[in-house]
């Protein structure tokens, strides 16, 4: 009997919720405090990939494993204290998980943050609830690489035909693409132009969720 059970992977930052404005403080903190400026325009065009990959690209060199490794921590710890300030949900993002979670649709986080820092968002507006699994990208190859939805899709043992992956980044909507998965893409971090490889864009969530996936024809 075929594998019918449809999945809904979630990408966290910029698309649950709103912490782009945190990233950035963090980043320039961290990266202030070793020594090095943060390249504002560099940093909007590599968001969405995860600190290893992220790290490289923004100094414009592979630093030292230990430094690597004391600047992750550094940002990690100054995000994870101004975590409840700052991170506001997308609008409309509770009614789309309630709808999905209604229509026995299995949930999931896919995202390249680290595991810490998602729980911790994820407890901020009581999120914990609607995900059957919750997947970080931090050790896995970034986005666009699809290592992480592809990863999330076998713990919930849904075909990559059957899910759908909901992201804010070109990353991410590569590595959706690159999965071989559908992709709705929220313009809450990247203009619509630059999101053209998504399935389906839009504003944010307040559109009701089953017209969305009628328009796919994935309901």
Known sequence: MPNTKRAILWDLDGT???TYAGHLQTWESALEAFGFQLDRALFVEQFGRNNASLLPALLGFEPEPDLMTKIIETKERLFLQISAEWITLVPGVISWLKAAAEMN?????ASSAPMDN???????????GYFATVVSGSNLPAKPEPDVFLRAAEVLQVTKENCLVMEDSVAGVA???????CCIAVTTTWPRSKLSQADFVVEDFTMPFIETLRTLSWA
């Open 175 to 181: 590595g959706a693409r690159r999965a071989g998965m």
């Open 105 to 109: 649709y299995l949930q999931a986080i």
């Open 16 to 18: 649950i919720v709103n």
């Open 118 to 128: 998602i729980r911790a968002m994820l407890a901020v507006h009581n999120l914990e």
